[in-house]
């Protein structure tokens, strides 16, 4: 990074911070402080609920997501136009009647303050894990791409959002998250723009998404029904819209956004411009990647885009291996940018299924390498990889046997496991090596930028809402409970306290951060957590809206049971997490129904 860089990354994220605590600065009461007033236009609305769900994950993952599988990813998002819909229709007019400042606040209202304080629970839990996820994310690829201190990193990021958090409260929240969505849309564009210009001057547009979907890039839609298959129309619509009308009308995090609104009306617009802007949005990200992997179609990609673990493996015992790996990916990429400049030319069917060959053994390439370089990282790894192997030998005479099956499946789920490792799995930093090493100097501080920016974004929403629920569904509320013990206070002192634990959970999220480790893909991480919980927390919703017989007892021991079975479905991974949204919302919504119908047996 030159000087200029480091100019525009810095000023760009202290003009958003400063801009964010002088423009908000003096919130003296919860009105202001928690609802921002109840000033909020339609398009800050929309803006802050997009850039609050627009975390770096999206922009790191995203786009190396695209890079590694294609387009399919997209169909996650289908649910969310219907989910906004339903949220315009049910959540909101209820929301503002009551004049509510958390959602749960409406749970005590319909059922009790058990059920309340444990939908809280639930929410503060994977919420506040989803924090630091959100602070690490950016930051230990930034510390592994640029050899930078993933703690000072953690930190630095932590503390810029808590300043302006703590300053403004939501108000402060949703008017940096403008100035964020307007780093964020320029620096993409500018990404794929000249991403696009980097690319031979003779293959067009149309030219490059033809060699993509040569090599199954191109893939948008997938009308199966396979369970196995993480995404897929059906998945995107039924189990993407349960995780949206979960997301967006349970969690605090983006409920809190929409009820700073001016008017119901506001509110509704700025939430169906984030349900239509949501899906194009989330489509150019993904072709952002897209056009990456067709310019490394003409220049060679690394073999890893973790520069330390190459450099780890060239190192050790494995060096000679790992050389080899990269002589014949070389080769292949020759033979490739051939064909794919034919392909470009011609479309003929012969060179369109050689790609997908070539493709297919550039990923043997990389899966290899990534065994090679767990390999030595993890000694122990290879040693169990070896035994197996040994025991796999011995049974090599009987190979029809089930005993030969499951020990080469074994070694097959063994071997598999080498894609997982944070020093291995390299698709979350395909995009930052690829703007460190081609894009010119100045957009990449200003992507760099974005990606901080965006890190900025989320937590600061999420930090907000964990201490809003911290402070009106448990102190606030706790205290109401117990007044002969606790003095009633006024409103100052609750605003004082709900910056203390602004503060506090900023700190929390820091430390998750430092703690953090890489998953096998980061987006897939923050989702898998809000799918182990967010269903049930729908359900319990969902029973409060429409189901006025179902009382809070039955309701609340439906939830603990519900949220024990989730997990424990999850854990041993009985089906795609974005099922789990329905899964948890149909069970707790049954349990519910039985335990109350037993409940008026007794009675």
């Not at 390498?369 to 030998?393: M, N, V, W």
């Not at 897939?524 to 182990?532: D, E, P, W």
Request: charged share 20%; glycine share 6%; with cysteine.
């Amino acid at each position: 990074m030159l000087t200029l860089d480091w100019i525009v990354l810095i000023g760009t994220l202290l003009a958003i911070v400063g801009y964010g605590t002088w423009k908000t600065r003096g919130s003296k009461n919860s009105e202001d402080y928690i609802k921002g007033g109840n000033s909020s236009k339609w398009w800050t609305i929309g803006l802050s609920v997009m850039a609050t769900q627009a975390s770096a994950i999206t922009f790191l993952s995203t786009t190396g997501q695209a890079y590694s599988d294609g387009m399919g990813f997209v169909q996650f998002y289908f649910g969310v136009p219907i989910a906004m819909v339903i949220i315009c229709m049910v959540f909101i007019p209820l929301y503002h009647k009551l004049k509510v400042y958390t959602a749960y606040e409406f749970l005590e209202n319909r059922f009790d303050l058990k059920t309340r304080v444990l939908a809280a629970a639930l929410f503060l839990v994977q919420r506040g894990l989803a924090a630091g996820i959100t602070i690490f994310a950016p930051a230990i690829i930034l510390s592994i791409v640029l050899g930078w201190n993933l703690i000072t990193l953690n930190i630095i990021i932590g503390i810029l959002v808590i300043i302006y958090t703590v300053s403004g409260g939501t108000k402060a929240v949703s008017v940096t998250q403008k100035q964020q969505m307007f780093v964020i849309f320029a620096g993409m564009f500018a990404a794929f723009f000249i991403t696009l210009n980097l690319i031979p001057e003779d293959i067009s547009f149309t030219n490059a998404l033809s060699i993509a979907g040569a090599s199954e890039r191109m893939n948008v839609l997938d009308f199966s029904f396979d369970l196995e298959n993480r995404y897929t129309v059906w998945t995107g619509i039924i189990g993407g819209s349960f995780l949206a009308l979960s997301y967006f009308g349970t969690d605090q995090s983006q409920v809190q956004r929409y009820l700073s609104g001016k008017s119901v009306k506001e509110m509704r617009w700025g939430m169906m411009f984030n349900g239509l802007l949501k899906v194009p949005m989330q489509f150019f990200i993904l072709l952002v990647g897209i056009m990456v992997f067709v310019f490394y179609q003409f220049n060679q990609a690394p073999l890893n885009f973790i520069d330390a673990s190459t450099e780890k493996v060239l190192a050790s015992e494995y060096s000679d291996q790992y050389k080899t790996l990269q002589e014949k990916q070389t080769n292949l990429f020759d033979k490739k940018k051939v064909v794919s400049l034919q392909f470009a030319k011609t479309s003929h069917e012969s060179d369109k299924k050689e790609l997908l060959r070539l493709d297919s053994i550039e990923k043997s390439y990389r899966a290899e390498s990534k065994y090679l370089i767990k390999r030595t990282i993890d000694p122990e790894y290879g040693k169990k990889y070896d035994e197996l192997a040994e025991e796999l030998a011995k049974l090599e005479a009987t190979p029809e046997s089930e005993a030969y099956k499951e020990k080469k499946a074994e070694l097959k789920t063994w071997y598999k496991e080498a894609a997982k490792d944070s020093e291995t799995n390299d698709r979350d930093y395909m995009f930052i090596s690829f703007i460190l090493k081609y894009l010119p100097h100045g957009l990449i501080g200003l992507l760099l930028a974005v990606i901080l920016s965006a890190a900025m974004s989320s937590t600061a929403s999420e930090i907000n809402a964990l201490a809003t629920i911290t402070s009106i569904d448990l102190y606030k509320r706790s205290r109401e409970n117990t007044t002969s013990i606790h003095p009633s206070k006024d409103d100052a002192h609750y605003v004082k306290m709900t910056k203390l634990f602004t503060l506090g959970w900023g700190i929390l999220a820091i430390i998750i951060a430092c703690f953090a480790s890489l998953a096998e893909n980061l987006i897939q991480l923050v989702n898998i957590i809000g799918s182990i919980f967010y269903g049930n927390v729908l359900g319990i919703f969902l029973l409060a809206f429409f189901f006025k017989k179902v009382k809070g007892n039955a309701v609340f021991t439906a939830a603990i049971i519900t949220q024990i079975i989730v997990i424990i479905v999850w854990w041993i991974d009985l089906m795609p997490y974005l099922w789990l949204n329905l899964f948890g919302c149909v069970l707790v919504m049954m349990l519910a129904f039985l335990a109350q119908s037993l409940q008026r047996k007794v009675d």
